[in-house]
């Protein structure tokens, strides 16, 4: 089964700063990648997703890059502000049918210090 | 904002008492979910519905009992569980995806608490 690695488990970040996040994934049959933030007393919030047909994806200060070569896929916030602050799950999820089978990451907790 | 709405947010029960949580979404989707999750760590498939029939039971203990009443809803009720059910537990949606597209965003709804005295 597909296994996801996601590293800095912690991550604390001067506001104004960029922030990095990186994944691997092991099955080469995975697809889609989504990025999940989830605050404090709150379900997962998806805030990018990038499929395999695409190297980069960007949405304001938030940015994805994928190497399917590599099985590498990373998440960029530039600009860091203080409500940045949460814990973000990388995903990666294959093409399947009858449901949307998802593999998380451990997550990475964000830490924004203003 | 979610659109899968989950009713009650927080919930404490007696290690003999009988509860529901209740799921609702409205953006059609035939394939809803539910996750369990603790403390620091990702969340936990346990159950998949896929057009209101279950299809996947991740080895659930039958304490746990997932029903689906519509192509909206999804309940799970609880019966008799133990403190160490206390947890977050997700309900999510999404659409079944095309075989051989690609996969779909699941949408998680924000939760309800759950803790097991």
């Known amino acids: 089964g597909e296994n996801v690695e996601q590293h800095p488990s912690t991550l604390s970040v001067q506001e104004g700063d960029s922030a990095v996040i990186k994944c691997t994934y092991s099955d080469s049959a995975s697809n889609y990648f989504p990025w999940y933030k989830q605050e404090l007393g709150k379900g997962p919030q998806l805030i990018i997703d990038i499929r395999s047909n695409v190297g980069e994806k960007k949405d304001q200060r938030i940015a994805v890059t994928l190497n399917k070569t590599a099985k590498h896929f990373s998440l960029h916030i530039t600009e860091t502000q203080p409500e940045d602050s949460a814990v973000y799950f990388c995903?990666?999820?294959?093409?399947?049918?009858?449901?949307?089978?998802?593999?998380f990451g451990i997550g990475t907790k964000l830490q924004v210090i203003p | 904002d979610t659109e899968v709405t989950q009713t009650p947010k927080h919930l404490v029960m007696g290690m003999t008492n009988k509860k529901s949580l209740k799921c609702e979404q409205h953006?059609?989707?035939?394939?809803m979910y539910w996750y369990k999750q603790k403390a620091k760590k990702p969340p936990e498939l346990m159950f998949v519905y896929s057009y209101e029939k279950l299809s996947i039971n991740e080895s659930v203990p039958s304490r746990f009992s997932p029903e689906c009443p519509n192509s909206s809803l999804l309940n799970l009720h609880l019966h008799a569980l133990q403190p160490e059910d206390s947890a977050l537990y997700l309900c999510?949606?999404?659409?079944?995806?095309?075989?051989?597209?690609?996969?779909?965003?699941?949408?998680f709804g924000e939760g309800s608490w759950l803790t097991v005295v």
């Open positions: 995903a990666a999820s294959p093409k399947t049918g009858g449901y949307q089978k998802v593999t």
């Open positions: 999510a949606s999404s659409q079944i995806p095309v075989l051989r597209g690609f996969g779909n965003t699941i949408y």
């Open positions: 953006m059609g989707h035939r394939a």
